[in-house]
């Protein structure tokens, strides 16, 4: 994002459209593969499940990149990643799904590391109060996300998925690039580079991985084994831009370790 040539919502238009070759490719690939029996599951459809997955998945992205822009890099990023406090809470109220003391300890010792990692690393000062809401509406639209997702892929391939998300949430982008001030075109196809990184790296293969993970585990852990994301952008941003983590940053690190390692025992353990 930060080597992007074009505004935070064009730049998230480029990203999804860019990948829906590639998912279609794998899911044209997968239907091939398929046997008979399987390949109900395998095609879908724009259904209610994916679209919502596309709407809030564009919303996610929006919202996040407004964050950014209003309020400090810490703020936003720790306001989104309250996410597996959403999820815990919807998969509680919707569909049922019990927590033990073990996976509630191991939430709030990582949302714990996740506040220790990223408390000293704003950038531009403490931001604005509409800069932090808009992190919080992150949170709230990356959850909506995931438990799509989860839900979808009980029935769907992760390319079916992939695929269905990235139509769906491309219009959705669209409008937004179109009502953010600045171009939605570049003005040179050669410094697309960044985003072309980011529709086959974040978008393939991340959101790609996401998927695929989410149809073998809960969404509440899923999303909270997402809470690693801060903690390797902190070891990444240290050769990439010299933001050496200290060792507030290092103690939250090792928290986020051992909240996943806490909540991989929690499922385990009846």
């Known amino acids: 994002m930060r080597w992007s040539p074009l505004p935070p919502s064009a ?29 109900a599951t395998t095609g879908a ?47 509680f109220l919707l569909f ?32 604005t109060l509409s800069g932090d809401l808009y992190g ?17 892929r009980r029935r769907h391939s992760t390319a079916a998925v992939m695929t269905a998300v990235g ?18 075109l570049p003005a040179s196809w050669a410094a697309m580079g960044p985003v072309l990184a980011l529709a086959v790296v974040a978008q393939g293969f991340g959101q790609g991985a996401v998927a695929f993970g989410l149809a073998r585990l809960p969404a509440s852990f899923g999303s909270l084994v997402l809470l690693l994301q801060p903690v390797l952008a902190a070891l990444l941003a240290w050769p990439l831009f010299g933001e050496r983590p200290g060792g507030l940053e290092a103690a939250g690190g090792v928290a986020v370790l051992v909240g996943i390692a806490l909540a991989q025992r929690a499922r385990v353990v009846p």
């Open 167 to 184: 139509l769906a949430a491309t219009p959705a982008l669209l409008l937004a690039a179109i009502l953010e001030p600045g171009p939605v």
């Open 136 to 152: 919080i509406a992150t949170a709230f639209a990356y959850a909506g996300y995931l438990l799509s997702v989860e839900r979808a």
């Open 45 to 91: 459809t724009l259904q209610t499940p994916l679209v919502l997955a596309g709407l809030f998945f564009a919303a996610d992205l929006c919202l996040w990149h407004v964050s950014i822009l209003r309020t400090s890099v810490a703020n936003a990023t720790l306001l989104a990643n309250l996410a597996p406090l959403v999820v815990a809470a919807a998969s």
């Open 11 to 39: 730049t998230a238009l480029w990203r999804v459209a860019l990948a829906i070759p590639l998912w279609a490719l794998a899911l044209v690939v997968s239907e091939r593969r398929a046997s008979p029996k399987a390949s």
């Open 96 to 127: 049922r799904e019990r927590f033990g003391r073990l996976h509630l300890a191991a939430l709030a010792l990582s949302l714990g590391g996740v506040t220790l990692l990223l408390g000293g690393r704003g950038e531009g000062g403490a931001g």
